[in-house]
């Protein structure tokens, strides 16, 4: 019997070795054709895509045309998966591919209308633009015809289906969603009012105080609604919930960008970094490219299934961005007749505008949906409230959102955001590259800019509304027609430098322009920490900077944030145990580096989660705690200006019978981080370090959830950093201490003739998990060691991995 069993087992075992290895061969299938000659329909003449050792394709074609065909084509080659998830959450159509656990969030992205808006755009495109565009749909469709079945990325392979023909609207609905991650303003209106509600105005305004003045410019009874929406927009895949709701769950959207010019480089010629600071995911949200054709010459990052270079260089200028944080969104509470169909405003009833929608729901019945939509936008709270009302019983109950329409730049008729970045990517001086940025609407960046000639310059373009009264901090009566959009921030008026005397400019989220600025551009950027400490190194350099010198403050971990709070915290810590006193001596001889193998890092990090929960937790109850203490800015100035005055009510848990003071909260908040840290790394602080609990964590888009595939698909990389350092580690405080944001992008540009510019994505080239170039990039990432922008012909071809040459399909 025993050796029955054992035949038998090693049958299985031999089986299961069987299908493993057949399925491996079949993904290797899969893999990209790097080599060769394929002939290609949508072109006139040969396109060659050379991939360097890196895996980054350089594409050589006679025209520009030919250059964006070879882009769609390589970014099918490499992100075809990517680019089809991508265009499902924009269509809200995962469910056909997911079945019902996506339907929640196809629920959503319906009824917001991210397909609608982006159809809408592309008929109103430039016919230049749409050309260009179209070249680079061939480029896409080019690949499609010629792979079906094994020779598609496994993913299409596991959820049984091919993806359909790329369209122009597709290119444009991605911009749409990269525009909804860098354009979360709403958040800030759900939690006023929920914070209003629950403390009333005043005592609201002090937990959200605004931003300093002279703070750092570049030049009935109420239930929680922000907690509604949120719980509304995380069912479902948590590859898309993280998208929705990223910029929600951690103080973490933002990015950093410099430019300084001649006299103070080592090459008298200006020097220009960037980099962006977005979702974590695998693969990665950006996809480095050169394209050249004649005096058509770009290298950058590009966003796959889109066909410019987003940020990077061109012969002549370079350029780079940050998210400005302008308030382009309002929520109107909306106030409806019975029927639900008619929407009062200015004393008369409107028609609400009614679309029907069909979501395809695969292994069960389609669902049908009503989008409805005001002079304001589409009613959002009806795809929550749908939502919520399918929660779990075991789940917290979410109130009912009352009508409210969401307002939204990007949701307008018109935007050639995309024709902007196809501008830009030719711009040859400072007054081409303005009239490029002309026409951005969405999301507003703040876009540093430096040429061969010498010149630096700032500008941020973006379509910005005028209100008829208030500020858009809150929700607003959408009725009496007293708070509508009356016009935009004129171009000419938005904040701009050129050649600004003190020789160099940073943005890193911070205010753009000073108090007195006269038009409303928003209320909630996050303290100046990065641009602080940015601005800090470049004035205190002895010599003339080098691009080594600026990727090594692209790795700075100095935390601005501890050095500004611990003082705070050690005038009320008073720990009554060795262990509290212990840590309170390690983070008095810290050095504020929240390097990786820090202990101070991790208890300081520890210690401020806790802050929130403590101080204000009685007083908001537990829902809308949660939202507060993700903004970590307002939660910075709240436990400063409390602290740091008179005893504060703030201070007292009115839960208990007794009265609290400060000096108890701090201590309480300090020994529940601890006896976090002890849980998670033992009882020896000597040998705690924050990159022990501090991780990057780059989820697979798409199947991360399926445990069987995680190990395979996803990966994770010890961190250091916090949210207010250059080298940016925040972390989401709804998963303590995972990092699910960060610098997803560098690049360093060297605009002396000696080129020595610099750049690298955060994970890898590759979407495919086979590839050498999956994960490669990920140890040289933590470690911010840029890889060289290769340009010349020279470059290019050491060590080189193929050259694959596309012809016409006639010509062959």
Known sequence: MRRLLLKALAGLGAAAALLASAAYVAARRSLPVVNGSIAVAGISAPVEIVRDADGVPHIFAREKAGALFGLGYAHAQDRLWQMEFQRRIAQGRLSEIFGRATLPQDRFLRTVGFARAARSAWDRLPAAARGQ???????????????????????????????????????????????????????????????????????????????????????????????????????????VADFLLGNVTSEAVGSNNWVVDGSMTASGRPMLANDPHLGTRIPSTWYLAHLSAGGFDVIGATLPGTPAVALGRNRFIAWGATNVGADVQDLYLERLDASGRFAEFGGRQEPVRVIPEIIAVKGAPAEAIDVRITRHGPLVSDAINANNAEAAPSQPRAAVLPPLAFRWTALDPQDPTIASFLELNEARNWREFVAALGSFVVPSQNFVYADVDGHIGYYAPGRIPI??????????????????????????????????????????????????????????????????????????????????????IQADTVSLHAQTLLPVLFSHANPADERGRRALALLQAWDRDARGDSAAAAIFEAWFLRLAPTLVGDDLGPLVTANYQERFSSVTRFVVRTLAGPASAWCDDVR?????????????????????????????????????????????????????????????????????????????????????????????????????????????????????????????????????????????????????????????
């Open 133 to 239: 565009i179209d070249a680079y749909v061939a480029g896409v469709n080019a690949f499609l015809a010629a792979h079906h079945g094994t020779t598609l990325p496994p993913e299409f392979l596991l959820l049984g289906f091919e993806p359909e023909r790329w369209t122009g609207a597709d290119v444009l609905a991605w911009g749409k969603m990269m525009a909804w991650d860098l354009s979360a303003n709403y958040v800030f209106e759900l939690l006023r009012y929920d914070l209003a509600a629950r403390v009333g105005s005043d005592r609201a305004a002090e937990l959200m105080p605004g931003y300093a003045p002279d703070g750092l410019s570049i030049v009935g009874p109420h239930e929680p609604i922000a907690a509604a929406w949120m719980q509304g927009l995380s069912r479902g895949d948590p590859a």
């Open 656 to 812: 208990t019978p007794g009265s609290e003071g400060c000096n108890d909260a701090v201590a309480r908040a300090l020994r529940e981080a601890l006896d976090d840290l002890t849980q998670r790394l033992g009882s020896d602080m000597s040998r705690w370090r924050w990159d022990a609990v501090h991780r990057a964590v780059f989820p697979h888009s798409g199947l991360d959830a399926v445990g069987l595939l995680r190990p395979i698909l996803s990966r994770s990389r010890p961190s250091a950093g916090d949210w207010s350092t250059v080298d940016a580690g925040p972390i989401a405080s709804d998963r303590p201490f995972e990092q699910r944001h960060a610098p997803g992008y560098r690049e360093v540009i060297d605009l002396s003739a000696a080129d020595d510019s610099r750049f690298m994505i955060d994970v890898g080239q590759s979407g495919h998990p086979l590839s050498p170039h999956y994960d490669d990039f990920l140890p040289d990432w933590k470690a911010v060691r840029l890889h060289p922008m290769r340009t010349t012909a020279a470059e290019i071809a050491a060590g080189a991995a193929g050259t694959l040459r596309l012809v016409p399909a006639a010509s062959r």
């Open 467 to 552: 209100r008829a009264s208030g500020n858009g901090a809150a929700p607003v009566e959408g009725w009496s027609g007293g708070h509508e959009w009356t016009a935009w921030v004129p171009f000419e008026a938005l904040p701009h430098a050129f050649d600004p005397p003190s020789h160099f400019i940073v943005t890193a989220n911070n205010r753009p322009a000073t108090a007195d600025y006269p038009f409303l551009l928003g209320l909630d950027w996050p303290e100046p920490y990065r641009a602080r400490r940015i601005a800090d190194r470049l004035r205190a350099a002895g010599a003339p900077f080098t691009p080594g010198d600026f990727e090594a």
